[in-house]
């Protein structure tokens, strides 16, 4: 906005000598007096000048960030109020107690109702005011950065309300929750409602959840098509032990990572600021070279067996040439019970311990009310959590392994034996790695993950 050196011009007129009828010392007087006042007014009403309005604290990007916290509810149908307890003093209360780097907090979960009300894609069914502004505005005066937590491949209502978008299963019905790469979703959806939180919200990044983890073959008739046409192969596989089984896979994976590069570079050309990280790519469930601009590598290791996973998971990461975190959940979560308990601070520590000295950047997981707030107490928790892991910063952030042992994690045998695209899960070799690892650390040695493209013309490196 910009104002005229008179903003109101017929009162500088009139008070302008041989354009009015009236003496200077009566009238014209009272109009210099009256285009004072008016002048000052609108200095008043005046913005702050640009350098004011940057005078905001800078915020880390996400390679210089060490230490963040996320918070996630997934929102539903039953999320009728949401923003009704999101108060300035609560997320205060967060950054005064935690001192983080940034925040990561939940815009669109798995269920796939986004939990601000978004005007691009499917909101939650109600809201009380606009928590995600809020969010936004508090951080930015403090200097934290913003990232949302978003489910990409994975969104039931987006397939629900378009049964096209979906990955088609085995039997030839779309499925309920996983989208497919060949479909209109990143386009229709996904994309423009990245573009609305860097653009509307001026969010700085986001997290996408629900990615190579949850990717599935997709039989619909675009994907086999294609297929068919990149291999030759016209007999489609329908489980392990088909023919052309690992081709299907592969060609599959691919199709992910053309997913990936494709909404990662669309962004990049809108907003290159806004940073992007894809939970899990690149990492021992994806153990390949890094093929997508992404921003930095992050993932979520188990809830139950949390020191062992993070020991294999860090180790997975810390090679591949981008800024890395990984994040502790706050409590467990037995896949038999409801009962999710809350960790305790020393296990936590020790979880923060096992990433930060393979010199990643930490983050814990804390849950989300339905309402969106947060459960305010258990930030005294991490404050001891975060107080442990500044204490360490300086030696360990971005530290780099001594070369020692190196314990091959195979690519190509890997995506051989793996049931799934992309994840560990019912993977007999990355049981059998993690034995083997366990091992070398209990004798006492300084041990790297690598994968073939780590080992080409470097074997040298590991004595």
């Known amino acids: 906005m910009q104002f005229s050196l008179h903003p109101f011009p017929q009162l500088a007129l009139q008070s302008e000598p041989g354009l009015s009828g009236h003496s200077r010392s009566g009238a014209s007087a009272a109009n210099r007096w009256l285009w004072w006042l008016a002048l000052g007014a609108a200095l008043l009403a005046t913005p702050a000048p640009a350098a004011e309005r940057d005078s905001a604290p800078k915020r880390l990007k996400r390679s210089e960030a060490f230490l963040g916290i996320h918070f996630d509810f997934h929102a539903g149908r039953d999320c009728t109020e949401v923003g009704l307890n999101t108060t300035r003093e609560m997320i205060e209360g967060i950054l005064d107690q935690v001192k ?43 200097g934290v950065s913003l990232y949302m937590h978003y489910s990409g491949v994975w969104d039931s209502e987006a397939v629900r309300l378009h049964p096209d978008w979906a990955a088609v299963r085995p039997d030839g019905k779309p499925d309920d929750q996983k989208t497919s790469p060949f479909g209109p979703y990143k386009d229709r959806l996904m994309i423009p409602q990245l573009r609305e939180l860097a653009g509307e919200y001026g969010v700085d990044g986001v997290w996408v959840d629900g990615e190579c983890w949850a990717a599935i073959p997709d039989y619909g008739d675009a994907a086999v098509k294609a297929f068919r046409a990149a291999t030759g192969i016209q007999d489609i596989p329908r489980q392990a032990g088909d023919p052309h089984w690992l081709e299907w896979q592969d060609f599959h994976r691919e199709a992910f990572r053309q997913y990936l590069r494709y909404y990662v570079n669309q962004l990049k050309q809108s907003h290159p600021d806004f940073e992007v990280a894809s939970n899990w790519a690149f990492s021992d469930h994806m153990p390949e070279p890094v093929t997508a601009d992404v921003a930095f590598l992050s993932g979520d290791f188990s809830p139950q067996n949390s020191l062992n996973s993070a020991r ?34 020393p296990q936590l520590q020790q979880e923060a311990a096992i990433v930060l000295a393979q010199g990643g950047g930490y983050q814990a997981y804390f849950r989300q009310k339905r309402d969106g707030s947060i459960f305010d107490w258990q930030m005294k928790l991490m404050a001891e959590v975060a107080t442990f892991c500044r204490a360490r910063q300086e030696i360990c952030h971005r530290a780099e392994a001594v070369p020692q042992v190196a314990l091959l994690f195979s690519r190509a045998a890997h995506y051989r034996a793996s049931p799934a695209l992309f994840g560990p899960w019912g993977s007999h070799g990355i049981h059998a790695l993690r034995g083997v690892l366990q091992s070398l650390l209990d004798s006492q040695n300084s041990v790297q993950i690598v994968s073939e493209h780590h080992l080409s013309g470097q074997t040298a490196r590991w004595p």
Not at 111 to 123: E, M
Not at 317 to 344: C, E, I, T, Y
């Open 100 to 142: 983080p780097d940034y925040l990561q907090i939940d815009c669109k979960g798995h269920a796939g109702f986004s939990s601000y009300p978004t005007k691009v894609g499917n909101p939650a069914p109600g809201f009380v005011g606009n928590p995600l502004r809020l969010w936004r505005e508090v951080t930015a005066e403090r």
């Open 312 to 345: 294999f998971s860090a180790r997975c990461l810390q090679n591949q040439g981008k800024p890395w975190d990984l994040m502790s959940w706050s409590f467990s979560a037995p896949q038999s019970s409801p009962v999710r308990p809350l960790k305790s601070v």
